[in-house]
C-alpha cells in the first residue's frame, strides 16, 4: 500500500479525532455545564470524527467515507425528527441521559444505518431500475487497494473486504478482553474499581459491557470471516464467475459495516450489563447502549441471511459442467449446509431482541411477568438461532480442513459423501438441541431429558468428521507448511472443543458446569477448533491465490507455535477454575478461591495470543507487497483455481473448465479433477510443496 | 498391520494415563450434598468418556503425524483408498447407541439427583439485586418469621428452596452442594438439597444480574441440628428485640432487603452513597444543588429514587422499592442512628 494516503489517513485520525473530542467536550459543557473529560459525548465525536477522518484521509469523500458520513448524518436527522415528534405530542421528557431520549437513538440508528448503505453507493444500481434506467451487469473495479474501500461487485474483493472486517473487529474484540484479562490478573479490583469512570460507567459497569462487546464483536466478527471465506472461495470452487446476485452479495457486506458502528457505539451510550446473550428483565433495564447493541445485532443478522441466500442460489444454479453433487468440493458442502442455518435461522435472534426493543419502548410486556409475560420465553427465542448458529460459525472451518487434508497429505479425503452428509447432519440435529442453554433456567424440569437426548446425537456426524479426518492421514504423505499446522491444530483444539460437551449435555452434571468457566473453556475451544484456526488456515493457504505472493512461512509458524500453547494453557485453565468454583462474568472472585496464579496465568496467554497475531498481521500486510512470488500452483493442489495463475481474474475462468473426476483422487495416477476447455489443462504433478524452511 | 497394534495399544495406554490423571487431579470441589453422589459419578464416567475419546482421535493422529509424514527425497502420492463403507457404518451406528445410552443414564441421573424428601423443609429464597434473602419457616413457639441473608442448614436433612428474583434473573450456586438453579421474576422454581458436611460455604449468584453480580456472595453454614437451633433461636430473639423499635424495624428490613449491596454503613464508597454520617448532611446533586439529608429527603429517595440523585452516582439506577410509609420510616429511623 502506497505509505502517502496512510500516513495521511493516520494523521487526519489523531486530528480529527482530537478536535472532535474537544468539539464533544464543548457541547456537553454547553448543555450539562460539566467538564466531563472521561465521558461519553466527548468520546463518541472523537471517535465518530476520528474513524470518518481516517478514511478520508485514505481514500477521499467516496466509498466507505461517504457512508459513513451519511451514517451519522441520517443518525442525527432520524434523531431529532423523532424528538421533534415527541415534543410535538408533549411526551417527557424530550431529551434523556445522553443527550437524545431512548426512541430518538433507535429510530436514528436505524435511519443511519440505511442512510450508510445510500452514502457507500450498494443502492445506486437497484435505485436505476426502480426508476426504469438499466446499468451494466459488470462493474469494473479501480486498480491497487482502492477498490476495497468502495463498493464492489467482485466476490473476492467482497471476500476480502469481510476477511478485513472480521480481523479488525476481532482486534477491537480482542483488545476489550486484554483489558478485562489484565483486571482479573489478580483477585480484588485493581483498576475497575467503582471510583473509576469511563463513558459514563464505573470500573464493574464498564467491565460488563467491555465482557459483553467482547463476546458480541467476537461472534459478528466470525459471522462476517465465515461469509469472508465463503464468498471468496466458492463462487470459483463450483467454477462460477461470481455469485448469482453480486449486488446483494456487495449489500450483504456492506450492511454489516454501521451494524458494526451500531456495536461500538453501545458503549460510549452507557454500555450494557448482560452478556452478549441480552437475558431480559435485565436487558429491559439496561441504558440505551443495550438498545444500540440490540440494533447492530439486527442489522448484523441482514448480512447473514442475505449472503447465505446468494451462496444457496450459485451452487444450485451456477456449477461448471460435470461438476454433480458428489463431485463437488467438500467446502462447498460445508458451505451449503452453513447457509441453511443462517438462511431461517438468524431470524430468531432477530425476533427476540426486537421484542425486548419493542418491551423497552413501546411497553409490550412479552418479557415481564408483571404484565404477563415470561423472561424464559426470551430465552427460548434466543437460543433458537444461537444454537444453530454456533454449527455457522464452526461448519466452514471444519469444511476448510476436509478441504485442505487431501492436499497436503496427497491422498483422497476419506469418506467424502459421509463428510458431506455430515455438515447437514450436523446443521440438522442442531436444530434441535437449543434448550441445553437453559437447564437452569427454570423451563419445564421434563423438558429437559429430550433436548439431552438431541444435545448427545450431535456427537454422531460429528464423530463421522474426526473419524474421517483421522482416515485421511493414516498412510499419507504428510507436510506441514503454515496451513497444514493451523488445519492440524484445528482438529486439536476441536477436539478437545467436542469431548468437553457431553458432561455440559448430562443435565445434572451441568447443573455445576453452567455458568462456570468451564463453559467459557469448552466454547473457546470449539471456536478456535472450528474458526479461528482453519480462519487462519484458510488466508494463509489463498493468499497467493488473491495476492500472487506468499505469507512468510517462518513467521507463519511462529504465529501457529506461539498461538497454540498459549491457547491450550488458557482453555485447560479456564475449565479447570471452572470446575473448582470459578463463575463467569464476574469483574472480581474471592481471593479465599486460590485462583490468583490460575488467573495471571490466564492473562498471560491471553497476551500471548494476542502478540502471536500481532505477528500475523505484520505478516498479512507485508506480505501483500514484498512477500515471495507465488503466481502459480503453489501447493501443488487439484483444485481448478490453482490451475490459472494468480492473482486471479476478475471473472475467475477466462476459459472455462468441465468436471471429469473426483476432487481428491491425489495418489490416482493419470486422474484427473477438471479440464479447460481449451485442452490445456495444467498438469497435476506430483511433487514435494514447498515450504522454505 | 502393525501400524493398527501399535495404535491400538497406546490408545489404550494414553486413554488409561489420561483418566488417572484426570482423577488425580481432584478437579471437583469437596462434595458436600448428598445430590453431589450421582452427579460426581456421573462426572466421573464423563472424564473417563473424555479420556477415550481423546486418545481415539489424538493418538492415530499424532501417530500418523510421525510414521506417515513425508521423508527427504519422497516425491510420492499417499495410499489412495477413497474410504469404506463398513467402517463408516461401523463409527455411525457404535457411537449412536453409545450416546442414546449415555442419554438414558443421565436421565437416570438427574432424577437421582432431583429426588425429594417429602419431609423437607421450605425455605424461601429471594434474589434481589445484589443480595440473597433467606426466608425460614415461623419459629412454633413465637411465630417469629426470620429472614436473613445467610442460609443455615442443618446437616443430613433436606431443605427445600423455594425461589423467586423481585428484579432480574439470578442463579443460586454453592459449588459444593454442585446443583443449581436459576430465579426467575415472576414464577417460582424448586431446588432441593440435602447438606452432608458440616462447614462454612458460599452461595454465589451464577446468572449474570448486572453491575455487582460478581460480589453477590452471601454465606451458608452447614451445622448440626443442635448448633442450627442456636443460631435460629438467636436469629428469632435478635429478630423479635429489634421489631420493638422502629429503628430495629428498620435494621432487619436493611438486611432484608440487600441494602448492603449498594450502601455501605462504615463510610466506604460503592455504588450508592454511604449511610454513616448521612443524616442530617448536605448533599450535592447531579444539578448541582446542595439539600440537606433530612427525614423528608431520605424518605423520597427511597420511594422516587430517580427524582433526585446524588453527584458522582449518576451512572447506576437505584431499584424501586414496594415499601410501605411505615417500613420506610423505619428505615429512615435506623439511617439517623449511624453516625
Not at chain 1, 459478528?220 to 466458492?234: D, Q
Not at chain 1, 429430550?450 to 446425537?457: A, I, Q, V
Amino acid at each position: 500500500m502506497n505509505n502517502n494516503p496512510l500516513r495521511k489517513a493516520f494523521l487526519f485520525l489523531f486530528v480529527a479525532g482530537a478536535v472532535g473530542y474537544g468539539l464533544g467536550l464543548g457541547t456537553d459543557f454547553l448543555v450539562t455545564s460539566i467538564l466531563n473529560f472521561s465521558g461519553s459525548v466527548a468520546s463518541a465525536f472523537a471517535l465518530l470524527f476520528g474513524f470518518t477522518a481516517f478514511f478520508f484521509g485514505l481514500y477521499g469523500y467516496r466509498g466507505i467515507t461517504r457512508g459513513l458520513v451519511w451514517q451519522v448524518a441520517g443518525t442525527l436527522i432520524g434523531a431529532f425528527l423523532i424528538t421533534g415528534i415527541r415534543a410535538a405530542l408533549g411526551a417527557t421528557p424530550i431529551f434523556g441521559a445522553f443527550f437524545f431520549s431512548e426512541p430518538a437513538w433507535v429510530f436514528g440508528a436505524l435511519a443511519g444505518v440505511l442512510s450508510f448503505t445510500f452514502g457507500v453507493g450498494i443502492m445506486d444500481d437497484w435505485v436505476k431500475w426502480a426508476r426504469g434506467f438499466d446499468t451494466p451487469e459488470y462493474h469494473e473495479d479501480e486498480p491497487g487497494w482502492e477498490k476495497y474501500f468502495s463498493v464492489s461487485l467482485d466476490h473476492k474483493v467482497i471476500g476480502i473486504q469481510y476477511t478485513v472486517t472480521a480481523l479488525f473487529l476481532i482486534t477491537v474484540g480482542g483488545t476489550f478482553a486484554l483489558i478485562f484479562r489484565a483486571e482479573l490478573a489478580a483477585s480484588q479490583l485493581q483498576f475497575l474499581t467503582t471510583t473509576f469512570r469511563l463513558f459514563n460507567q464505573t470500573g464493574p459497569q464498564l467491565y460488563n459491557s467491555l465482557m459483553s462487546l467482547h463476546g458480541m464483536l467476537m461472534i459478528i466478527s466470525i459471522l462476517l470471516g465465515v461469509s469472508g471465506i465463503i464468498n471468496y472461495a466458492v463462487p470459483f470452487l463450483v467454477g462460477a464467475h461470481d455469485m448469482a446476485f453480486p449486488r446483494m452479495n456487495a449489500f450483504a457486506y456492506w450492511v454489516a459495516v454501521p451494524a458494526s458502528v451500531l456495536l461500538l457505539m453501545s458503549l460510549v451510550l452507557g454500555g450494557f450489563d448482560t452478556g452478549w446473550t441480552g437475558y431480559p428483565p435485565l436487558s429491559s433495564r439496561a441504558p440505551v447502549g443495550m438498545q444500540m447493541f440490540f440494533l447492530g445485532v439486527f442489522t448484523a443478522g441482514w448480512s447473514s441471511i442475505l449472503g447465505a441466500l446468494n451462496v444457496i442460489a450459485t451452487v444450485l444454479r451456477m456449477r461448471a459442467k460435470g461438476m454433480t453433487a458428489m463431485r463437488l468440493p467438500i467446502f462447498v458442502w460445508a458451505g451449503i449446509a452453513t447457509s441453511i442455518i443462517a438462511l431461517t435461522a438468524t431470524q430468531l435472534i432477530g425476533l427476540s431482541f426486537q421484542l425486548v426493543m419493542f418491551q423497552r419502548l413501546f411497553g409490550m410486556g412479552f418479557f415481564d411477568a408483571t404484565k404477563g409475560g415470561n423472561p424464559v420465553l426470551f430465552q427460548h427465542l434466543f437460543w433458537f438461532y444461537s444454537h444453530p448458529a454456533v454449527y455457522v460459525f464452526v461448519l466452514p472451518g471444519l469444511g476448510i480442513i476436509s478441504e485442505l487434508l487431501p492436499v497436503f497429505v496427497r491422498k483422497p479425503l476419506f469418506g467424502y459423501r459421509w463428510i458431506a452428509m455430515s455438515s447437514l447432519g450436523i446443521a440438522l440435529v442442531g436444530f434441535v438441541v437449543w434448550a441445553h442453554h437453559m437447564f437452569t433456567s427454570g423451563m419445564n424440569e421434563y423438558l429437559r431429558v429430550p433436548f439431552m437426548y438431541s444435545t448427545m446425537l450431535v456427537a454422531v456426524p460429528t464423530g463421522v468428521k474426526f473419524f474421517s479426518w483421522v482416515a485421511t492421514l493414516w498412510g499419507g504423505k504428510i507436510e506441514t507448511p503454515t496451513p497444514m499446522l493451523f488445519a492440524l491444530g484445528a482438529i486439536f483444539v476441536f477436539l478437545l472443543g467436542g469431548i468437553t460437551g457431553p458432561p455440559n449435555a448430562m443435565v445434572a452434571v451441568d447443573l455445576h458446569l453452567h455458568d462456570t468457566y468451564w463453559v467459557v473453556g469448552h466454547f473457546h475451544d470449539t471456536i478456535f477448533g472450528g474458526f479461528v484456526f482453519p480462519f487462519f488456515a484458510a488466508i494463509y493457504f489463498w493468499f497467493p491465490k488473491a495476492t500472487g505472493r506468499r505469507m512468510n512461512e517462518f513467521w507463519g509458524k511462529v504465529h501457529f507455535w506461539l498461538m497454540t500453547p498459549s491457547f491450550l494453557m488458557l482453555t485447560f485453565g479456564m475449565m479447570f477454575i471452572g470446575l473448582r468454583g470459578m463463575r463467569r462474568r464476574i469483574a472480581d472472585y474471592d481471593p479465599a478461591l486460590g485462583f490468583d496464579n490460575a488467573h495471571l496465568i490466564l492473562t498471560i496467554c491471553g497476551f500471548a495470543i494476542a502478540l502471536s497475531v500481532l505477528i500475523f498481521f505484520i505478516n498479512f500486510f507485508y506480505s501483500i507487497k514484498n512477500g515471495e512470488k507465488a503466481e502459480g500452483n503453489v501447493w501443488n493442489s487439484r483444485s481448478p483455481e490453482w490451475l490459472v495463475p494468480s492473482p486471479m481474474h476478475p471473472h475467475n475462468y477466462p476459459v472455462p473448465f468441465e468436471v471429469v473426476g473426483e476432487p481428491y483422487d491425489y495418489g490416482l495416477p493419470g486422474s484427473k479433477y477438471v479440464e479447460f476447455a481449451n485442452g490445456k489443462t495444467p498438469k497435476h504433478e506430483t511433487k514435494r510443496v514447498g515450504t522454505h524452511s | 498391520m502393525r501400524n493398527f497394534v501399535v495404535v491400538g495399544i497406546l490408545i489404550i495406554l494414553v486413554s488409561i494415563l489420561l483418566y488417572l490423571g484426570l482423577d488425580a487431579a481432584e478437579l471437583m470441589p469437596v462434595a458436600a450434598s448428598a445430590q453431589a453422589t450421582p452427579i460426581d459419578w456421573m462426572w466421573n464416567v464423563q472424564v473417563a468418556a473424555m479420556s477415550i475419546l481423546f486418545a481415539i482421535i489424538a493418538v492415530p493422529m499424532f501417530y500418523s503425524l510421525v510414521v506417515f509424514r513425508r521423508r527427504k527425497g519422497d516425491t510420492s502420492d499417499g495410499m489412495h483408498f477413497e474410504g469404506n463403507t463398513n467402517l463408516e457404518i461401523a463409527w455411525s451406528t457404535i457411537p449412536l447407541f453409545i450416546v442414546v445410552v449415555f442419554a438414558y443414564l443421565g436421565a437416570q441421573n438427574l432424577s437421582d439427583a432431583l429426588r425429594r424428601d417429602p419431609s423437607a423443609t421450605v425455605v424461601k429464597v429471594t434474589g434481589i439485586q445484589w443480595s440473597w434473602r433467606f426466608e425460614y419457616p415461623s419459629d412454633p413457639e413465637t411465630g417469629v418469621v426470620v429472614i436473613s441473608d445467610e442460609l443455615h442448614l442443618p446437616v443430613g436433612k433436606q431443605v427445600l428452596l423455594r425461589m423467586t428474583s423481585s428484579d432480574v434473573i439470578h442463579s443460586f450456586w454453592v459449588p459444593e452442594f454442585r446443583v443449581k438453579q436459576d430465579l426467575v421474576p415472576g414464577r417460582f422454581t424448586e431446588l432441593t438439597i440435602t447438606p452432608t458436611k458440616e462447614g462454612d460455604y458460599k452461595v454465589s449468584c451464577a446468572e449474570l444480574c448486572g453491575t455487582s453480580h460478581a460480589f453477590m456472595v452471601k454465606p451458608v453454614v452447614v451445622s448440626t441440628q443442635e448448633e442450627f437451633d442456636v443460631w435460629f433461636k438467636e436469629q428469632v430473639r435478635i429478630s423479635a428485640e429489634l421489631a420493638a423499635t422502629p429503628e430495629g424495624k428498620g435494621q432487619l428490613l436493611v438486611s432484608q432487603n440487600g441494602c448492603a449491596a449498594c450502601h455501605s454503613i462504615n463510610g466506604a464508597v460503592g455504588i450508592g452513597p454511604t449511610w454513616l454520617g448521612l443524616f442530617g448532611s448536605d448533599v450535592e446533586l447531579t444539578d448541582g444543588t446542595t439539600v440537606t439529608a433530612d427525614e423528608t429527603f431520605i424518605t423520597e429517595s427511597i420511594r422516587d429514587p430517580q427524582v433526585k440523585i446524588v453527584a458522582r452516582f449518576e451512572t447506576q439506577k437505584m431499584v424501586q422499592y414496594t415499601f410501605t410509609d411505615e417500613e420506610i420510616a423505619a428505615i429512615v429511623a435506623y439511617i439517623k442512628t449511624l453516625k
